[in-house]
């Protein structure tokens, strides 16, 4: 297994490590390979000077056994099959630690969203969900925002989907905008979950959130909220990065003002409270927590052992390779993997897709107690593995999803035999 394996050779790998250590049933383990099904989809869109753009649009089920097909749609150039494949895959596992009755999916459409305006992006989301207006359905996928997708972006396909069948649905999609049917806390909620684990850890070896210092790559969605969390919780956020550039400051960044700066500039490149770093120093800074929140496969037997944070906590879906995992593991490095830490995001999706279904809304308060509840089970669940079977906690959360999953499939048989 190398670096260079492409995410859904990471992925079916980690499953084949996953099914030895537990035993996995043969059929089980050869169903779960393969996703379930996948949808190629060609989105013409007529762009602002007139010309006609195909975009290639892809939505993956991978396991619909513990419930609907369930994951978010990325817009980005490198979106292939294969990613998506993966990604699905992840978001299997990624339900089932979390225990939320959902299978996985994934979706995206490769583009380049920063290139395009927002009626490009309108017209290309309508049509990407004309394609699959009789895929998606609030009791069969329900997709989501993920990489440079937004909660606009999510208001466009409940739209679509509602005007298709000729009234308002909220349940067919999640991290939607408040007033059409978006729950409170959802924006900021996988970083938020990634906080809770965080502090699980924390706890389990007596350390305090005032006391760290944190490097975060990635300043979207997760990224930003993560820091702002982990900040107003009394950690010390010393470099953030974005695709662009990085910045460092060893007494501390508010991330408030760097939100404003990259709103004005475009990047958090040039900020002058801080020092220039490229996004490889950031993962190298020394720090104590570090948050990789933007792509996948950025630390690598390349880099793994100079990583100098003692904790890693996967903001981003699949930042770690197997060769990399294997690594800080031997080194003794807190890993929470992308499954457990990011988990918070399809959680409070969960509890969106809840309140739409049920037409009856929740506070805040209860929204983040709920979604708490459940990541701290999570994580005591992983980390009673962790501990037993001396497995990385990227194999301790496999090992307690992919037992739900085979436990499911099992318990439902195989149709039509
Ligand atoms: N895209 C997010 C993830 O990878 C959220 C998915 C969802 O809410 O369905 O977990």
Known sequence: MSDKDNA?????????????????????????RSPARCYIVACPV???????????????????????AKGGIRYHPDVTLDETTALSMWMTWKCAVVDIPYGGAKGGVACNPKQMSRGELQHLTRRYTSELVNVFGPRTDIPAPDVYTNPQIMAWIMDTYSMSIGYAEPGVVTGKPIPVGGSLGRFGATSRGCAYAIYSLLEKLNRRVDDETVAIQGF?????NAAEILHDDGGKVIAVSDSKAGVYNPKGLDPRLLAKYKAETGSVQGYPDGESITNEELLEIDCSILIPAALENVITSRNADRIKAEIIAEGANGPTSPDADEILYDRGKYHLPDVLANAGGVTVSYFEWVQGLERYFWTEEEVNSKLKGIMDRAFENVWHIYQTEKVNMRMASYMVAVKRVAEAMLLRGLYPQ
Not at 11 to 24: C, G, P, S
């Open 220 to 224: 979207g969605n997760v990224g930003y």
């Open 46 to 68: 007529r762009m602002d000077d007139g010309s006609v753009e195909v975009f290639t649009g892809y939505r993956v089920h991978h396991n619909t056994s513990r419930g609907p």
């Open 8 to 32: 859904l050779d990471v992925a079916v790998r980690q499953l084949d490590m996953v099914a030895e250590q537990i035993n996995l049933d043969t059929a089980i383990h050869k169903r779960l």
